[in-house]
C-alpha cells in the first residue's frame, strides 16, 4: 500500500505550483515584520539592544504580539518549498549537501563578520569562536536549527517517501502544545520543537492542496478560529500582566502562530510589486542585523533619537542594503558561495563541455 499523502513515486498526485500559492509575498511580510523588530529590540532588557523602548509604547505592542507569528511563518513557508520540490531516496545526499551549503556556508561568513563587527558586544564568540557555529548564537538560531530539521526530518520522510508526515505532524503540534523542549542549546535544539510544527504544517498544507482547495470555505474557518483564540488568550495575559506572553511552545503561541500562517496561505494574493522581496529573504535576514546596528548607532549620534524614525530608517536600511549585497555578491562565483550559499551558475555548462571535450 502507498501513503495518499506522498505516493511511492514520491511526487503528491496533485502537487501544488508555485505560482497557486503566495510564497514570496508570505516571505516578504516576514521579511518586513522581522527586520523591523530587530530594530526595535527587547523590551530593555536585551543587554541593550535595539531601542529598549517599553511598555505602553505602541511598538512595544507591535513587537512582542507578533513574537508568535515572525519565526514560525518562515518556518511554514520553508515546509510549503520544501514539499514543492519532492526528492527521491537517491538524491538524498545530493538534498542534504544542498541545504549545509545553502545555510550552513553563508551562515559561517555572517558569524565571522559578527565577530569583527559587534565583537565587543558579543565577547564570547573571540574568546570561543566555535560557540557561534556549534549553539545558539544571536539570531542565528534559526539557520541551526533549519538544518536540523532538514536533516532528521528531511532524511526520514525521503527515505520513507512521506509516510512519516502525518505522525510526524501529529507529535510535533503535541509537543509545541504541552511545551516539551530538547534542553540543549547545541544546534539551537532548544528551538527544534518550537519550529518543527510550523514546518511540518507548511509541508502538509502544500502535498494535501487538492483537498485543502476542496474544503478551502472550512480550512479557513478553522485557521481564523484558531489565530482569534490564540490572539484572545494573549490579549488574556496582557490584561493580567501589563505584557504580551513571552512563551512560545504553549497551546496559545501554537494557535496563534499556526492560524496566521495557514490564513495568510489563504487570503494573501501574489502580490508581484511585493513578491520580489521575497526572494531576497535569506539575505536579509542573515544580514540584516550588521546594518541596523550600524543605522541605530548612526542615528543616535546624530541627535535622532524618535523611535519611529528609527523604524522607518532603520528598516529601510536592513532591507535595502542586504538586497545591495546580494546583488553585488551573486556577481562573482566566490562570493555567490560564502555570502548567499548559492551553486556557480556556470558550473553545469562547464561540466557539460568538460564531458564534451573528453568524449
Known amino acids: 500500500m502507498t501513503s495518499t499523502a506522498f505516493p511511492a513515486t514520491s511526487r503528491p498526485a496533485a502537487p501544488a505550483r508555485p505560482a497557486d500559492l503566495p ?6 511580510i516576514a521579511i518586513l515584520v522581522l527586520v523591523s523588530f530587530h530594530v526595535i529590540g527587547g523590551d530593555g532588557g536585551g543587554g541593550g539592544r535595539g531601542l529598549g523602548v517599553t511598555y505602553p509604547h505602541p511598538l512595544r505592542y507591535y513587537a512582542d504580539l507578533l513574537v508568535d507569528i515572525r519565526m514560525p511563518l518562515f518556518a511554514f513557508v520553508a515546509g510549503v518549498v520544501y514539499a514543492l520540490k519532492p526528492v527521491e531516496p537517491a538524491q538524498l545526499g545530493r538534498f542534504l549537501l544542498g541545504k549545509l551549503r545553502r545555510l550552513a556556508v553563508p551562515g559561517i561568513t555572517v558569524f565571522m563578520l559578527m565577530a569583527v563587527v559587534m565583537g565587543s558586544r558579543e565577547g564570547r564568540i573571540i574568546t570561543h569562536p566555535w560557540d557561534a557555529y556549534l ?25 520513507t517517501r512521506g509516510r512519516v508526515l502525518l505522525p510526524a505532524l501529529a507529535l510535533a503540534l503535541l509537543a509545541l502544545a504541552m511545551g516539551w523542549r530538547f534542553d540543549a542549546t547545541f544546534l539551537a535544539l532548544n528551538r527544534y520543537t518550537h519550529l518543527m510544527a510550523y514546518f511540518l504544517l507548511g509541508v502538509a498544507f502544500c502535498r494535501y492542496q487538492p483537498l485543502v482547495q476542496r474544503r478551502r470555505g472550512l480550512v479557513l474557518a478553522v485557521a481564523l478560529a484558531a489565530l482569534a483564540a490564540g490572539l484572545a488568550m494573549n490579549l488574556a495575559v496582557l490584561n493580567q500582566t501589563g505584557a504580551f506572553s513571552t512563551e512560545r511552545l504553549d497551546l496559545q503561541s501554537l494557535l496563534l502562530g499556526s492560524g496566521t500562517s495557514v490564513a495568510a496561505f489563504l487570503l494573501l494574493p501574489s502580490l508581484r510589486w511585493l513578491s520580489w522581496l521575497g526572494a531576497y529573504s535569506l539575505t536579509i535576514y542573515l544580514y540584516h542585523i550588521l546594518f541596523t546596528s550600524t543605522a ?31 546583488l553585488l555578491s551573486n556577481r562573482f562565483r566566490l562570493s555567490r558561495l560564502l555570502v548567499l550559499g548559492l551553486r556557480d551558475r556556470n ?3 562547464r561540466r557539460a563541455a568538460g564531458a564534451m571535450a573528453t568524449a
Open 347 to 349: 558550473a553545469g555548462q
Open 135 to 159: 549553539h545558539h548564537y544571536a539570531i542565528f538560531w534559526f539557520l541551526q536549527v533549519m538544518l536540523v530539521i532538514f536533516v532528521t526530518y528531511g532524511t526520514l520522510d525521503i527515505l
Open 296 to 326: 541605530r548607532r548612526v542615528l543616535f549620534s546624530a541627535g535622532i533619537d524618535s523611535p519611529w524614525a528609527h523604524v522607518l530608517i532603520g528598516t529601510a536600511l536592513g532591507i535595502s542594503l542586504p538586497i545591495a549585497l546580494h
Open 23 to 28: 510564497i514570496e509575498t508570505v516571505r516578504a
